[in-house]
């Protein structure tokens, strides 16, 4: 049986952890070499470190950050935001990382992928897949730039295409769901997870305990990351890994 991954995610904005709603209205919520030792001694199983205003900046994600938690954890983690280039991959991987998400760089040449996964392993390789639910209720859009810009791609065709080129693993997040804390898009996790053929990580809208279970259960994911819950101590890591256990997943205890 899969053990299913439980993974805070560090949003990074001016050197600090942030939260928001729908990618918006930030809050400050500490300082992100602290909050990643605290969650590599609390049991998460992985870390995501999402850099959100690199790219609509046009700057390079902030190694100082990296290389400092890279120093203070020992569980997995990916960084995502600023990375546009092969030698961006090289950079954040020689520092400690041990994985990469492209979004942006990825949807404006989708070669990136193919030339990264080849060069450095499909398993290193997240494409990070920001999807917002189309206005005619067809399906779901393609975000690029935070959020900012819709790039007029399906969300499926997408993570199908990405997998093909060579993502190893997809984290998933839906806009329409994003710090709600009303739970995680279903509909869209399940829609991703039962079409590719890598693992995908649902992100967007953790409120509860029974999202969680949810997300597995019913929208096949994973892996669950969430923030707000876990920053302001609403949840604890080991909380929610004890309550999918006792619910039948298979969790890292």
């Known amino acids: 049986m899969v053990t299913k991954r439980i993974i805070p995610c560090l949003d990074i904005h001016n ?3 942030v939260k928001g709603v729908n990618f918006t209205s930030l809050n400050d919520a500490g300082d992100p070499v602290e909050i990643a030792a605290a969650y590599d001694k609390s049991g998460a199983d992985e870390l995501v470190f999402l850099d959100i205003s690199a790219t609509t900046e046009e700057r390079d994600t902030n190694l100082d950050i990296i290389g400092k938690i890279a120093k203070v954890v020992s569980i997995p983690f990916t960084v995502g935001g600023g990375i546009r280039t092969i030698d961006d991959i090289d950079r954040v991987l020689k520092l400690g990382a041990s994985k990469v998400g492209i979004n942006t760089a990825a949807i404006n040449n989708s070669d990136l992928i193919r030339q990264a996964s080849d060069k450095f392993g499909s398993d290193r390789i997240v494409l990070a897949l ?9 399906g779901w859009t393609v975000l690029k730039s935070g959020g900012r810009i819709d790039a007029n791609m399906d969300a499926l ?10 993502a190893g693993e997809i984290l998933l997040t ?21 079409n590719v053929s890598v693992p995908v990580i649902a992100s967007g809208g953790a409120g509860k305990l029974e999202h969680f279970y949810e997300a597995i259960l019913i929208g096949k994911a994973d892996a669950v990351l969430a923030a707000s819950l876990f920053h302001y101590g609403e949840l604890e ?8 256990h006792q619910k039948g997943i ?4």
């Open 250 to 253: 298979n969790v890292r205890l």
């Open 157 to 166: 065709e997408w993570a199908i295409k990405a997998v093909d080129l060579g």
């Open 174 to 194: 839906s806009l329409d769901c994003d710090g709600t804390m009303d739970g995680y898009d279903l509909e869209l996790t399940k829609l991703i997870s039962e």
């Open 237 to 244: 890591i080991m909380e929610v890994k004890q309550y999918l």
């Open 15 to 17: 050197g600090r952890v």
């Open 130 to 138: 920001d999807a917002k639910k189309k206005a005619d209720n067809s």
